[in-house]
C-alpha cells in the first residue's frame, strides 16, 4: 500500500480488526499511526562528521551537448503543439546511481564516495543551455537500479522531472503523477516560447527536479536536479558582441548587437545549486522519511560540495543560486575577510524572472526553490585576497527559519582571488527587463488557498493531495486572482505553482508597492526608479515570482495568467517534505467556458470515455476535452495515470 493511503486509511484498519478492538483504542494512541513515530532525536542531534571548511573545489556542471538522433523517434500526437515547435534539437538524460564524493577527506572520501543518485553520473546533472525561439526535446531514461536492488534505500527509483517554472505544456511538466520506473524513458517536450508571447514573460534561470508523487524530498535529496537556463536576444550568452562566436548565433537567431546587455558569460556565468545535507559516521547521507515537519541537513552542500571553495579572476562574475532544499531557508551575504567588511550584491533576476533593472542589496532572504542571479566584481580585490558567502539565518527545525540570526554566520562558499587573464569585457546593464502588465479585466475567478496541518498531514483547504482530484478548473486564456494563507504560527511555506509566474498584488492586506521597502522580515523589492535610496537591505524575490514565501501568519494575494496549454498541474509547498506529506493539489487548465469553482473527481470532469488527445485543426480550438494526449502505458505493479515508454532489452 502507498505510503498516503497508510496515512489517509490509519484510522479505518482497527475497523477491519474488529470493533471492540477498535473502541479500546485511545485517541492518542490512533495519532500515533498519523504522526512521526514516537522518540526521534532532534534533527541534528547526531552532527556529521567534520569536514574542513573550504577545502573541496567547487564542482561546475557540465553544458549538456544534443544527440543526432532519438530511437524510437518522438511521438508527435503525443505533445500540445509540437508540429509549431518541432524540435531543432533532441537531448538524451540518464538517472543514475553512483558514488559521489562531497568532500576530498575521510569518511567522505572512503570507499570512493556517498552513494548518490544524479543525471549523467554528476550532481547536480548537466546544465543546458536553451534559447527562446528553439524548441528541444530532452528523453529522459530511468537506468536507476530497482526496488531491492538500488543501494540508496531511502529513495524511491520511480521518477518524474519537472522543469521549474518551465512554461511547459502538461505532458512535459513532470507532473508528480506522471512517474517511470526503471527502464522506462519518458519525453519532454520544451517549446521555450514565453508565455503568452509576450517577451515580459521570459525566463533565465530554471532548474530540472524530481518530483515524484510522495517522493520528491527523497528523490531530490538523493541527487536528482540540475540547472537549465534560457537565453535570447538580451541575456545572449555572450559578453563580447565582437566575437566571431557571438555573430554566428546573431546571424542564427537574427539578433541586433544593440540589444545585447553582455552580462559575464560562458566561464564567468556560474550555476551555485545549495542543499543542507546530513551525513552518517561513515560519511553516507542519511534521510527519515517518517519526518514530517521538514529535513534539515548540518552540512551546507553547493553543488554537492561540501563548503567548497572556486578561484575567480580579478572580474566580473555572474553567480546563479538557488536553494535545493528540502527545507532549509537562507539569507546570504557576502563577506571581504581581509577588511572584515560585508560586501553588497548586484541583483539581476528573481525566481528567474530579471528585474526592470539591476539593484544592489546587502542579503539576499531565500526559501526553497527560489533563485537569485547576482554579479559579484573581484576587479575591486587583490590578489589572495578571499571573500565567503555565508548565511546568517538560523533554522533548527524543518519547519522553518526561527526568525533569528545565527551568533556565528556559516561560510557556505569561499572566493579565492587568482590574476585577471584577459580583459574582461562584461558589463552591468542600466535596464534589464520590463515587468508584464497587470490586466484586472482579465481575471475570471478568485481562490484562497490555506495552507495547514492536521493529523500528522499537511493541506491546503483542510484536503490532502490527490492526482485524481481537480480542485481547481482554470480557464484557457484568462487570468485569476489567487490568496496564499499561512493557517499557522509555528511553520512557514514557500508555496510554488507551476506552469506561470505570479505578479503581488498584496501582502498581509497591504497593496504592494514596489517603492515602498519594508523592514523586518517582511522585505521585497524596492523600486529601482527610487533614486533616493541606492540599495535594499533584504531582496526576497521582487515584484515577479514563482514561489511565495509564507512565513508564519503571512497572507499574500498575486495576479495570474494562463495561456498556450491545457491539461493537468499542481500548486504545492517547496518545503518538499511538506508535499510529500501532503500540502500539493492539482488544478488543471481547461477550455473556455468549462472552469469551475471548487473540486471535482478527473473522472467527472473529462469522462471517463473522452478518448486520447488529438491535436485540433485550428490551434485556437479545443475539442475533444484535454484528459491526457500520451498513448498507453506498460504495464505496473502499482494502478497509475501515467504514460510511459519501455526500453529495449
Not at 498516503?4 to 484498519?13: D, H, Q, V
Not at 573550504?54 to 543526432?68: Q, R
Not at 520528491?216 to 563580447?240: C, I, K, P, Q, R
Not at 497572507?555 to 500539493?584: A, I, T
Request: net charge negative.
Amino acid at each position: 500500500m502507498k505510503r498516503r493511503n497508510l496515512l489517509k486509511y490509519g484510522l479505518a484498519a482497527p475497523v477491519a480488526a474488529g470493533a471492540a478492538a477498535a473502541a479500546a483504542r485511545s485517541q492518542d494512541e490512533l495519532k500515533r499511526y498519523l504522526a512521526p513515530p514516537d522518540g526521534f532525536p532532534p534533527q541534528l542531534g547526531t552532527p556529521s562528521p567534520y569536514a574542513e571548511p573550504f577545502a573541496a573545489e567547487l564542482f561546475v556542471p557540465p553544458v549538456k551537448t544534443p544527440v543526432p538522433l532519438l530511437d524510437p523517434l518522438p511521438d508527435p500526437a503525443a505533445h500540445q503543439l509540437y508540429e509549431q515547435y518541432q524540435p531543432a534539437a533532441f537531448y538524451e538524460l540518464r538517472e543514475e546511481e553512483f558514488l559521489w564524493q562531497y568532500h576530498p577527506h575521510p569518511p567522505y572520501s572512503n570507499d570512493g564516495g556517498s552513494l548518490s543518485w544524479g543525471f549523467d553520473g554528476v550532481t547536480p546533472g548537466p546544465i543546458f543551455q536553451a534559447r527562446y525561439g528553439e524548441p528541444i526535446l530532452v528523453r529522459r531514461f530511468n537506468d536507476l537500479p530497482p526496488v531491492g536492488v538500488s543501494q540508496v534505500t531511502f529513495a524511491l527509483p520511480s521518477t518524474t522531472t519537472h522543469l521549474h517554472n518551465g512554461h511547459t505544456a502538461s505532458e512535459s511538466d513532470g507532473s508528480p503523477q506522471d512517474w517511470i520506473d526503471s527502464g522506462e524513458f519518458w519525453d519532454h517536450h520544451y517549446a521555450n516560447f514565453p508565455s503568452g508571447h509576450d517577451p515580459r514573460e521570459k525566463l533565465t534561470t530554471l532548474w530540472y527536479h524530481d518530483h515524484r508523487l510522495d517522493y520528491t524530498a527523497a528523490n531530490v535529496y538523493a541527487g536528482l536536479s540540475g540547472f537549465y537556463m534560457l537565453f535570447d536576444e538580451h541575456d545572449t550568452g555572450f559578453e563580447d558582441i565582437e566575437s566571431q562566436e557571438y555573430k554566428t548565433v546573431a546571424a542564427k537567431y537574427n539578433y541586433d548587437p544593440k540589444d545585447a546587455w553582455c552580462l559575464p558569460s560562458g566561464e564567468f556565468d556560474v550555476p551555485l545549486m545549495l542543499h543542507d545535507v546530513l551525513f552518517d559516521e561513515a560519511g553516507q547521507v542519511v534521510f527519515n522519511g517518517f519526518q514530517t515537519d521538514g529535513w534539515l541537513g548540518d552540512q551546507i552542500t553547493v553543488n554537492r560540495r561540501i563548503r567548497p571553495h572556486f578561484k575567480v579572476q580579478r572580474r566580473k562574475y555572474r553567480f546563479r543560486i538557488i536553494d535545493g532544499g528540502p527545507s532549509r531557508f537562507y539569507e546570504l551575504f557576502l563577506r571581504d575577510l581581509q577588511r572584515d567588511a560585508l560586501v553588497d550584491f548586484v541583483v539581476l533576476s528573481g525566481d528567474g524572472n530579471m528585474l526592470p533593472e539591476p539593484i544592489e542589496a546587502e542579503s539576499i532572504y531565500m526559501s526553497v526553490a527560489q533563485r537569485v542571479d547576482v554579479i559579484i566584481d573581484f576587479s575591486k580585490y587583490e590578489v589572495g585576497d578571499h571573500l565567503v558567502l555565508e548565511n546568517h539565518l538560523l533554522q533548527d527545525q524543518g519547519q522553518g527559519p526561527s526568525g533569528r540570526t545565527l551568533d556565528r554566520p556559516d561560510g557556505i562558499l569561499r572566493f579565492d582571488v587568482v590574476e585577471l587573464q584577459e580583459v574582461d569585457k562584461s558589463r552591468i546593464p542600466a535596464t534589464l527587463r520590463p515587468h508584464p502588465k497587470i490586466d484586472l479585466s482579465e481575471v475570471r475567478q478568485e481562490r484562497t488557498w490555506a495552507f495547514g496541518y492536521a493529523g500528522g498531514l499537511w493541506n491546503i483547504n483542510g484536503l490532502i493531495m490527490d492526482p485524481n482530484r481537480i480542485d481547481a478548473a482554470v480557464e484557457h486564456g484568462t487570468a485569476e486572482i489567487w490568496t496564499f494563507r499561512n493557517s499557522g504560527n509555528a511553520w512557514s511555506h514557500p508555496i510554488h505553482c507551476h506552469f506561470t509566474e505570479f505578479m503581488i498584488l498584496e501582502v498581509n492586506g497591504r497593496p504592494y508597492k514596489p517603492r515602498e521597502l519594508q523592514t523586518g522580515q517582511r522585505a521585497f523589492v524596492e523600486d529601482p526608479a527610487d533614486r533616493e535610496r541606492q540599495k535594499i537591505g533584504r531582496f526576497m524575490g521582487g515584484h515577479r515570482r514563482d514561489v511565495a514565501t509564507l512565513l508564519p501568519g503571512d497572507e499574500v494575494k498575486v495576479y495570474m495568467r494562463f495561456s498556450d496549454f491545457l491539461g493537468k498541474y499542481v500548486m504545492h509547498c517547496h518545503n518538499v517534505v511538506h508535499e510529500d506529506h501532503s500540502m500539493m493539489i492539482r488544478w488543471d487548465i481547461v477550455p473556455p467556458g468549462e472552469g469551475f469553482l471548487g473540486s471535482r473527481p478527473a473522472a467527472v470532469v473529462y469522462g471517463a470515455d473522452a478518448g486520447p488527445y488529438q491535436p485540433p485543426k485550428d490551434p485556437g480550438a479545443f475539442d475533444p476535452p484535454y484528459p491526457d494526449p500520451r498513448p498507453p502505458a506498460g504495464p505496473h505493479l502499482e494502478e497509475r495515470p501515467a504514460q510511459a515508454t519501455y526500453q529495449d532489452g
